[in-house]
């Protein structure tokens, strides 16, 4: 089972930067095998899906409002999944989570995907 | 633009039986969605009770079970219990990367 660990959540100024760590650990898992994901929470709201990345890193998928602005990417030796957040706005305010992307794969493809595990989360705060 | 529909609210009786559904504002739900839902608690991570339609989580009790009802995805409990209340969240994948939450239901068990 894969446990994960965020990081780096801040109080940052509107138009500012920050960068997320996610570190895996645990038993029984290839962290090189998973793909990831970072899955956000605003204060009160509902969950919305960010950004994912296949386990080569060689793809990489966002929901519209953060294209151009983040950017999800891994160090696998690391074991470690990062979130790059410029220009950020007050409603990037959110607790993220890190997940992984688990997919129903047979031996020629992949179908499908959900989140599972989490991690605890960290937040960030947008203000001045 | 894609939208998952969930009953913003829902109430059951304790040992009672509840369906929360998740749909799409365009189309149809499928296994293909891989519809998965989760719990969540206050200040918690979500946790999660059925992945890919019908698969329960490791630790789940048996009285949650998911399917495809109709149209929509659904998440059914059955006997339900006070620490059932709780938001529930489902998810789906459509494809090209792109995941969809819907907007929670809200549990109340009384």
């Known amino acids: 089972e894969v446990q994960l660990v965020e990081s780096g959540g801040d109080l940052v100024q509107p138009g500012g930067s920050l960068t997320l760590s996610c570190v895996a650990s645990?038993?029984?898992?290839?962290?090189?095998?998973?793909?990831m994901s970072w899955v956000r929470q605003a204060p009160g709201k509902g969950l919305e899906w960010v950004a994912t990345i296949n386990q080569y890193g060689s793809q990489t998928f966002y929901v519209d409002s953060v294209k151009g602005r983040f950017t999800i990417s891994r160090d696998t030796p690391k074991n470690s999944v990062y979130l790059q957040m410029n220009s950020l706005r007050a409603d990037d305010t959110a607790v993220y989570y890190c997940?992984?992307?688990?997919?129903?794969?047979?031996?020629?493809?992949?179908?499908?995907?959900?989140?599972?595990?989490w991690g605890q989360g960290t937040l960030v705060t947008v203000s001045s | 633009q894609t939208v998952v529909t969930q009953e913003p609210s829902f109430s059951v009786s304790p040992g009672g039986t509840v369906t929360l559904t998740c749909g799409l504002n365009?189309?149809?739900?499928?296994?293909?969605?891989?519809p998965t839902w989760y719990q969540q608690t206050p200040g918690q991570a979500p946790r999660t009770l059925i992945y890919n339609t019908n698969a329960r989580s490791s630790g789940v009790p048996d009285r949650f079970s998911g399917s495809i009802l109709g149209n929509k995805g659904a998440l059914t409990i059955t006997g339900a219990q006070a620490d059932d209340e709780s938001h529930y969240y489902c998810v789906l994948y459509m494809g090209r990367g792109v995941s969809v939450f819907g907007g929670g239901t809200k549990l109340t068990v009384l």
């Open positions: 645990g038993s029984d898992f290839t962290f090189s095998n998973l793909w």
């Open positions: 365009s189309g149809s739900v499928s296994t293909s969605h891989s």
């Open positions: 997940a992984r992307f688990g997919r129903n794969c047979t031996a020629t493809a992949c179908y499908g995907g959900w989140f599972d595990p």
